[in-house]
Nanobody
Framework: VQLVESGGGLVQTGGSLRLSCAASGRTFNSAAMGWFRQAPGKEREFVCA????????FCADSVKGRFTVSRDNAENTMYLQMNDLKSEDTAVYYC???????????WGQGTQVTVST
């Protein structure tokens, strides 16, 4: 199973980026797919999540209204649209797929997002 993130980079404050997470190796029906981030010296924190089958989604208060999570079932890809980026959004962003019933929890390798002032 592989989760491969892409789309990170350097952007100025107020700019936008779209991250992608390409999933392969198994079906992810009923999985919760999510984005997490980890800034230097800080613990990994939740950003947004989406249910693979229903599309139900929610995001942390810190990014609500600026970030949107979506998925393309046909392409087996999850996205994170990030708008109005702030310096505090600078972090490595990780893709996650979890299904407690089937007992799996996969992580991608991460993609760096740097927001410059």
């Amino acid at each position: 199973v592989q989760l491969v993130e892409s789309g990170g980079g350097l952007v100025q404050t107020g700019g936008s980026l779209r991250l992608s997470c390409a999933a392969s190796g198994r079906t992810f029906n009923s999985a919760a797919m999510g984005w997490f981030r980890q800034a230097p010296g800080k613990e990994r924190e939740f950003v947004c999540a989406i249910h693979w089958s229903t599309g139900a989604a929610f995001c942390a208060d810190s990014v609500k209204g600026r970030f949107t999570v979506s998925r393309d079932n046909a392409e087996n890809t999850m996205y994170l649209q990030m708008n109005d980026l702030k310096s505090e959004d600078t972090a490595v962003y990780y893709c996650n797929a979890v299904n407690p019933l089937l007992q799996y929890n996969y992580w991608g390798q991460g993609t760096q997002v740097t927001v410059s002032t």
